[in-house]
């Protein structure tokens, strides 16, 4: 397709340029934003500190967005579809939790041990609410339109999409809502090299890290992943050696919908606002971490991520919190331009 | 695929009208016409039945528009906010007060007459103003279009989207930031009033009088329809859906594929500008809060509803979809949580409301209310889908 778009014979120096482009392209554009700040802060302040501030706060919204973007690229990666319900999904996943917490009474005033074992509780509660919530998704919304033109899923899945934001409006109001700060999350812990970690940055470091370790080997090594990966690949084969598709679909869609609900848990707790709004921007982050990672690739998923949070604490920090969301997708739209497969390149069918 | 087309051809009979000899699709269109423009003599001028017809044709020429860049060239585009807030931008920069230090603090004047020639900032006739909204469209349309070009289908509604945010965004902040002295644009607040339209021949309209506006909307209806017939049928028309239908087949075919993809986006922008021009001026202001996500979403389920690329299907989603949108939530069914004994106003969840629509709409029909011939074929008899095929039944 790229080849039919493309004149056929193009002078050599364009076509070297070209080629720069397309290999380095992504990498310049990527490193620009934050060069041009260390730069100005290396000259007014002397230091890079405010820098590694952004980084490490960078870091932890980056997580949030990597295990929201795992399971973008997991959907994708099997069925080719982008879930636009996706963000939703982990809009409600932070509700959940939010509610949750007010079931089992927690507050800034319990103990370290009953708030631990309150938030694990709440944290594998939403886990299971989002994924059986996404699953459910797939089972009503793209089972039945899998031949389909790929058009209609993606339809439904937007159509989805508004209503979980529309759920989310009637369980919790029209404004944004606080809660309580129930980990103290901007208490400092340590100060590294002048750049102080708070509770926020370890508990969203020690959530993601872990689940998406267990994510990685769960798919490398069992006989489900594996099943995952031989459906990603070509669902017809899969299907001949006797692998269930379906139920692989649908498992792909739990897992997704899971991880979406820990980082709406991680969200709640680090943000202190939630709003039924929140997915729809989230999930357009995450989907630019996912294609910039290379789509259907999970540590891309985990690098886009890691490297949206920055991007977007750059931008929160310096540019403007309005203009954060104009910023990602002035991003995406030059991933497209300079590398539609991502940095670590794509894991697709069709990328073949 | 080739066997529809030759079908549509031997049978005389152009794809989208379910196969109706020629004389009766040209007296029911004609009757369609004529009862559009003797509708209005029914209703009070100044009434809310008015200004539903009004917003309904506005939408209609809108969702014509994303009609050529969804149902006829296939390509997905979740940004078509971005030509609604183009249009409308340009009708608030030159039809209104907007810019006040213009022309030294007295305005800049052309072809305005009436009370308007002694207001600061610049004033321009309003078919000048749709003039200029079209190119201003077609421009941006085809600058969107350039990124995606090297996309398949899902990426090009991500792009998309991202710059109907992108767009949306500076609508938004754009009070923040100035540019030759005036701010980029008035944010929430918007810029009001705008212009109110002021045609050759006619009086002034005003916003108690809404038959005249009315017209002006159904003529632009008239055009745009027009122009999609046309554009249908032609060479262009069927490059763009031999490209929908199968891109590589089409560019080994020799189909530009740069060019037909960029006057798919050019054209279809080019009406939701003129639109945004008009809805500007009818609705007198051009504020941020108009352009969102959501109403990129409400045109294309017009299209879908319809029956993506059926023209007249098209035409009716727009018209449901609008009288639901405008009248059914917020008139009829508003009370009706209140009576079921539940706390909330249903037209916060009109979108809801449309997102549930596109879900029934894509699980029972999904070829839409008036399907279009040739995809009504693909997708009940599968002709021609080798995209996306596989069957899972469980063994």
Redesign the interface.
Known sequence: ??A??LPASSPAPVRAIRAFLSRFGLIIVLVAMPAVFAVSDLVNEGNLSRLGENLIDGLSNGSIWALVAIGYTLVYGII???NFAHGEVFMIGSFVAVSLFGTFGLTAATGVPGLILGLLLSLVISMIACGTLNTMIEK??Y??????????????A??????L???G??WRG?SPQSITDLINSQHTLVTILGVPITNGDLLAVCVTFPLVFLMTTFIARSRLGKAMRATAQD??AA?LM?I???TT?SLTFLIGGMLAGAAGLIYALFQTTIWYFQG?TAG?IA?TAA?MGGIGNIRGAVLGGLIIGFIQQISDNRI?T??T??IV??Y??LI??FR?SGLLGEETR?AG | MSTAVAESRSNETAPGTGGMPRPARIGLTLAACAFAIVLPLFFDSGGNVMNNLVLAAAYVVMALGLNII?GFA?L?D?GYVAFFAIGAYTMGYFGSSFHANAGGGEGIHILVSGPVENLPGIHFNFLLVCVMAVIATTIAGMLIGL?????????I???T???G??IG??A??GD?VTAFGTKLTNGRQGITPVDKIDLPGLERFTSLDLRPWFYVALALVFIVLFVNFRLRDSRLGRAWIALRED??AA??MGIP??KTKLLAYGTGAAFGGLSGAFLASYLNTVNADQFQ??FS?FI?AMV?LGG?GSIWGVVLGAIVLSVINNYLIPDVFNSLPADLGLD?DLT??S??I??????IM??IR?EGLIPERRRRM??VE?VG?D??????R??
């Open positions: 397709m790229a039919a778009s080719e579809l982008i009503v919304g089972r039945p339109l899998r031949s389909s033109p790929r058009l209609a899923p993606l339809i439904t937007v159509g989805f999409s508004f209503i934001q529309n759920v409006l009637l029209g669902p017809d299907r006797g269930s598709v379906d679909i729809f357009l989907f294609v403007g309005e203009w969301p104009a997708f002035a995406l739209v497209m331009v539609p069709e | 969804v296939g997905l979740l990124p995606t070009l090297r996309l398949r289908g899902d990426y509604a991500i792009v989207l991202a710059f945010e992108i965004r500076i938004i902040n923040e891109e590589v560019a080994s594929m740069v996500f959501s979403i294309l879908i993506l909330f916060e969840l979108f809801g449309f997102g549930f629509l596109l879900v894509m699980i999904p693909e997708l599968e889908t995209e996306a095929v596989f069957e899972t469980m063994p």
